[in-house]
C-alpha cells in the first residue's frame, strides 16, 4: 500500500482479486452505487483506498461495516445515529465484538419499541372506552419514544467504558488487577453498610463476588441510569446482595451518618463541584467512618499524550486529557483534607505493554470530549503509524500507569 501526499488518497497496490470497484462491490451487497457515493460522502463508509486511477476500491472487511450500517438502518435508526455508533468501533476489526454490539442495540430497541406498543394500547382502550381523556396518557407515550434517545446515549457510554477496561485487562503488567488490589485495600470489618458513588457498570463488585463478606450491605449507585442498569445485569445472579439507586454525588439522598463506608472510584474528578460532593460524603458517613477515592496522578498514560502530541497537540486541551487534573494523586490530599482526618494514599504499581495499536485508539476514542471527532483519516493514520512503528520496533509500546487511592475517616465539622 502507498500513500499519495499530494492528492491526499490512498493507493493500494497487490492482488485486484483482493479488492472490489464500487460497481463490483454494490452488485454483491445488493445497494446502488449511488449509495455507496452518498456513505463516502458523509463518512459512513469510506473506500479503503483508490486504484492508480483514483477509483474507489473497497475490501471484504468493507462487507462487514456495511452489513452493519444497514442492520442499524433496519431497525430505525437515523445516519446521523449510526455514525455516532460507527465512530466508537472505527478502527475494530473484531467483526464478533461488532455482531455483538448490534444485537445489544437491537434488543433495546426490541424492548423500547414493546413498551411504546403496551403505552399505546392502554391509550387505545381508553379512548374506546369513551371515557374521558385522561392526557396523561398521550404524554407517557411521548416520554417512552423520547427515551429512544437516551438508551443510545446509554449504550456509548457503556461501549467508552468497556473499551477502557478492556485496554487495561489485556495488556497491564500487573497481572492482579486494579479492582482486585483495590478490593484488598479495603480491609474492612464484617458487617458494615457501604455506599458506592459512581459504580459504573459494577466492576468492583463483579471481579471480587467470592470475597464478599456476608454481613456487607452494598448501595450501588451512578449518576448515569444505564450504567446502573449494566451493573444489574452483571450482577444479576447476587441482585439480593446489592441495593441499586441513581444518585448525584453532589445531591446524595440518604440520611445522615447512614453509612459506614463510601467508595468513590476513579469518579470525583467526573463531578462539576467535587467539595459539595465531599460535604455530601462526609454527612452520610457515621462517625469515624471511612471514604475511599481512587483517582490517578500527572504521569498517568503520558506516552499515550506524548504520542498524540506528534499528531495534533491541540487535542490535549481536550476534556478527556484535562478531566482528572481536578483530583489527582498530587492534590487530592489538599482537597480532601476540610473534610476528613487521618488521611493518606497508597500507590498501584503497574504499567502498560501493548503489542497491538487497535485497543490503545480504542481507549483514545471513549475518552470524554468527543476526542474522535478531532480525528480526520490522515490524523488516524499517521498516529496508527506512529503506534505500529514502534511495536515493529521494539516489540511493544510501554505506557505508565500511575493508580492510587486516598483514605480518610469523617471530620466532625463545626
Known sequence: MGYNKIVGVIILEGDPKEFYSVGEFAKKAGVTIRTLRYYDKIGLLKPCGYNSLGYRLYSKQDFGILQKIL???????????????????????????????????????????????????????????????????????????????????????????????????????????????????????????????????????????????????????????????????????????????????ENIPYEKEGFDVVIANHMLYHLNDIDKALKEINRVLKKDGYFFASTVGKNHMKEMRDKIRLVDESMLELEGFTLTKKFQLENGMEILNPWFNNISMKRYKDSLKLTEVTPLIDYIFSMPGNIEERFNKYKLKKLENILGDIIKDKGYIHITKDTGFFIGRKKQLL
Not at 407515550?141 to 457503556?158: S, T
Not at 497491564?172 to 478490593?183: C, D, L, P, R, V
Not at 450504567?227 to 452483571?234: E, Q, T, V
Open 71 to 249: 442492520t442499524l438502518k433496519f431497525i430505525g435508526l437515523s445516519l446521523d445515529e449510526i455514525g455516532d455508533i460507527m465512530k466508537y468501533d472505527i478502527n475494530d476489526n473484531d467483526f464478533k465484538k461488532s455482531l455483538e454490539i448490534q444485537k445489544e442495540i437491537i434488543g433495546e430497541k426490541i424492548q423500547h419499541m414493546f413498551t411504546v406498543i403496551k403505552a399505546i394500547d392502554e391509550t387505545l382502550q381508553m379512548v374506546e372506552k369513551k371515557d374521558a381523556l385522561n392526557w396523561d396518557k398521550f404524554i407517557n407515550v411521548i416520554n417512552l419514544i423520547n427515551l429512544d434517545k437516551k438508551w443510545l446515549e446509554q449504550y456509548k457510554n457503556a461501549s467508552n467504558l468497556r473499551a477502557r477496561i478492556n485496554l487495561h485487562e489485556r495488556f497491564s503488567t500487573n497481572k492482579e488487577g486494579w479492582m482486585h488490589w483495590f478490593f484488598k485495600q479495603l480491609n474492612l470489618p464484617g458487617k458494615i453498610n457501604i455506599l458506592e458513588l459512581g459504580c459504573g457498570d459494577g466492576s468492583l463488585w463483579v471481579k471480587n463476588l467470592d470475597r464478599i463478606p456476608k454481613g456487607w450491605n452494598i448501595t450501588l449507585t451512578d449518576f448515569s441510569g444505564g450504567m446502573l442498569k449494566d451493573a444489574k445485569k452483571n450482577l444479576a445472579n447476587y441482585k439480593d446482595r446489592f441495593n441499586f439507586n441513581i444518585v448525584d454525588a
